[in-house]
Protein backbone atom coordinates (compact mmCIF):
# COMPACT_ATOMS: atom_id res chain seq x y z
CA UNK A 1 0.00 0.00 0.00
CA UNK A 2 1.42 3.30 -0.52
CA UNK A 3 1.85 5.91 2.11
CA UNK A 4 2.25 9.67 2.37
CA UNK A 5 3.20 11.29 5.40
CA UNK A 6 2.80 14.73 5.58
CA UNK A 7 5.51 17.29 7.38
CA UNK A 8 5.94 20.80 8.25
CA UNK A 9 2.90 21.91 9.49
CA UNK A 10 2.59 24.75 12.56
CA UNK A 11 1.76 27.88 13.85
CA UNK A 12 2.81 31.20 12.25
CA UNK A 13 1.61 35.18 11.99
CA UNK A 14 -0.06 36.62 8.99
CA UNK A 15 2.10 37.03 6.31
CA UNK A 16 4.62 34.03 7.37
CA UNK A 17 6.00 31.35 5.59
CA UNK A 18 5.71 27.65 5.72
CA UNK A 19 7.02 24.90 3.91
CA UNK A 20 5.25 21.48 3.96
CA UNK A 21 6.70 18.18 2.79
CA UNK A 22 5.02 14.83 1.63
CA UNK A 23 7.05 11.74 1.45
CA UNK A 24 5.91 9.12 -0.38
CA UNK A 25 6.53 4.98 0.17
CA UNK A 26 7.27 2.45 -2.70
CA UNK A 27 8.91 3.11 -6.09
CA UNK A 28 5.35 4.02 -8.15
CA UNK A 29 5.91 7.79 -6.94
CA UNK A 30 7.08 8.88 -10.62
CA UNK A 31 3.73 7.10 -11.36
CA UNK A 32 1.63 9.86 -9.66
CA UNK A 33 -0.31 13.37 -9.99
CA UNK A 34 0.34 15.01 -6.74
CA UNK A 35 -1.80 17.64 -4.69
CA UNK A 36 -2.10 19.23 -1.86
CA UNK A 37 -5.78 19.57 -0.30
CA UNK A 38 -6.86 21.38 2.64
CA UNK A 39 -9.81 21.56 5.18
CA UNK A 40 -11.14 24.35 7.46
CA UNK A 41 -13.30 23.27 10.45
CA UNK A 42 -16.51 22.68 9.24
CA UNK A 43 -15.87 22.94 5.89
CA UNK A 44 -15.29 20.25 2.94
CA UNK A 45 -11.48 19.55 2.03
CA UNK A 46 -10.84 21.71 -1.22
CA UNK A 47 -8.04 21.35 -3.67
CA UNK A 48 -5.01 24.10 -2.83
CA UNK A 49 -2.29 22.91 -5.51
CA UNK A 50 -2.04 20.16 -7.87
CA UNK A 51 0.74 18.49 -10.25
CA UNK A 52 1.52 16.45 -12.68
CA UNK A 53 3.93 13.43 -13.20
CA UNK A 54 6.63 15.24 -14.17
CA UNK A 55 6.02 18.56 -12.98
CA UNK A 56 5.66 20.28 -16.56
CA UNK A 57 1.53 21.17 -15.02
CA UNK A 58 0.83 23.12 -12.33
CA UNK A 59 -2.81 24.01 -11.02
CA UNK A 60 -3.46 26.94 -7.80
CA UNK A 61 -6.82 27.38 -6.45
CA UNK A 62 -7.30 31.14 -6.90
CA UNK A 63 -6.94 32.20 -3.53
CA UNK A 64 -3.50 30.65 -3.02
CA UNK A 65 -2.16 31.82 -6.50
CA UNK A 66 0.86 33.70 -6.64
CA UNK A 67 1.59 32.92 -2.72
CA UNK A 68 1.91 29.02 -2.76
CA UNK A 69 4.23 26.95 -4.97
CA UNK A 70 3.81 23.22 -5.56
CA UNK A 71 7.11 21.22 -6.30
CA UNK A 72 8.26 17.83 -6.61
CA UNK A 73 11.86 15.95 -6.36
CA UNK A 74 10.90 12.43 -8.04
CA UNK A 75 14.70 11.33 -7.08
CA UNK A 76 13.47 11.69 -3.04
CA UNK A 77 9.95 10.78 -3.46
CA UNK A 78 8.62 14.02 -2.07
CA UNK A 79 6.06 16.69 -3.13
CA UNK A 80 6.52 20.30 -1.41
CA UNK A 81 3.92 22.89 -0.66
CA UNK A 82 5.81 26.29 -0.12
CA UNK A 83 3.04 29.05 0.95
CA UNK A 84 4.20 32.46 1.32
CA UNK A 85 2.49 35.34 2.77
CA UNK A 86 0.04 33.31 4.84
CA UNK A 87 -3.38 34.91 6.15
CA UNK A 88 -5.68 33.74 8.76
CA UNK A 89 -8.35 32.29 6.06
CA UNK A 90 -5.21 29.91 5.25
CA UNK A 91 -5.68 28.14 8.38
CA UNK A 92 -6.82 24.06 7.75
CA UNK A 93 -5.64 21.08 7.97
CA UNK A 94 -3.54 20.50 5.04
CA UNK A 95 -3.30 16.61 3.09
CA UNK A 96 -1.07 15.45 0.55
CA UNK A 97 -2.67 12.52 -1.99
CA UNK A 98 -1.60 11.05 -4.44
CA UNK A 99 -3.54 10.07 -8.10
CA UNK A 100 -2.82 7.92 -11.15
CA UNK A 101 -4.32 11.05 -13.37
CA UNK A 102 -3.46 14.69 -13.19
CA UNK A 103 -6.38 16.51 -12.58
CA UNK A 104 -7.27 20.15 -12.67
CA UNK A 105 -10.93 19.42 -11.44
CA UNK A 106 -10.39 19.67 -7.69
CA UNK A 107 -12.41 16.71 -7.17
CA UNK A 108 -10.68 14.20 -3.95
CA UNK A 109 -12.28 11.49 -5.76
CA UNK A 110 -9.53 12.25 -8.49
CA UNK A 111 -6.73 10.92 -5.67
CA UNK A 112 -6.24 7.27 -4.36
CA UNK A 113 -4.09 7.73 -1.43
CA UNK A 114 -4.02 10.39 1.53
CA UNK A 115 -2.10 11.50 4.43
CA UNK A 116 -2.96 12.27 7.59
CA UNK A 117 -2.64 15.47 7.36
CA UNK A 118 -0.75 18.62 9.11
CA UNK A 119 -2.28 21.56 10.76
CA UNK A 120 -1.32 24.90 9.91
CA UNK A 121 -2.91 27.39 11.39
CA UNK A 122 -2.12 31.17 10.80
CA UNK A 123 -2.89 34.01 13.92
CA UNK A 124 -3.72 37.35 12.69
Known amino acids: QVQLVESGGGLVQAGGSLRLSCVVS????????MGWFRQAPGKGRQVAAA????????YYEDSVKGRFTISRDNAENTVSLQMNSLKPEDTAVYYC?????????????????WGQGTQVTVSS
Open 97 to 113: AAGSIYSESGWPNDYDY
Open 51 to 58: ISRNGLYT
Open 26 to 33: GRTFRRFA
